[in-house]
């Protein structure tokens, strides 16, 4: 199985407003730079997209560590996640969860590989997260630059 290292970030100008999401994924010395951005969305949800557009561009199963300095997600998946699918996407107040959709995407595609997920903190000078948060903002200037 091959051993795929992620980072991911999201990144939102306004919130909500235009964001964007960067993803590297690396295998030995292989790298790929991945990135997107929408027009209003949020930061939650670009960090969400960020793992999900990683996630759905590999091919086959992989042993996967993914790194990123979203608490949301990183909790999100680990911790919170079992409960809200018992309880149909709804929180421990009966609220539904938001950005269901979003999480069950990434539920569906983090199940398909054996995952490990980690937090850095954010704009600590870690080489990695720094990239991918310059490539999420990349993505809003050049969506900026298409309005």
């Not at 930061?43 to 996630?55: G, H, T, V, W, Y």
């Not at 790194?67 to 996640?81: A, F, N, P, R, V």
């Not at 079992?82 to 269901?100: E, F, I, L, Q, T």
Request: proline letters at 4%; charged letters at 25%.
């Amino acid at each position: 199985m091959k051993h795929i290292v992620i980072y991911t970030d999201g990144a939102c100008r306004g919130n909500p407003g235009p964001g964007g999401w960067g993803a590297l994924l690396r295998y030995g010395k292989h790298e790929k730079k991945l990135f997107g951005a929408e027009t209003d969305t949020t930061n939650n949800r670009m960090e969400l997209m960020a793992a999900i557009q990683a996630l759905s561009s590999l091919r086959e199963p992989c042993k996967i560590e993914l790194h990123t300095d979203s608490q949301y997600l990183q909790k999100g998946i680990t911790l919170w996640l079992p409960g809200w699918k018992k309880k149909n996407w709804r929180k421990s107040d009966n609220h539904p969860v938001k950005n269901a959709d979003l999480w069950q995407e990434l539920d569906r595609q983090a199940s398909k590989h054996e995952m490990s997920w980690h937090w850095v903190k954010a704009h600590n000078g870690h080489p990695e997260n720094e990239m991918v948060d310059a490539l999420a903002n990349h993505a809003i200037d050049q969506l900026n630059k298409e309005i």
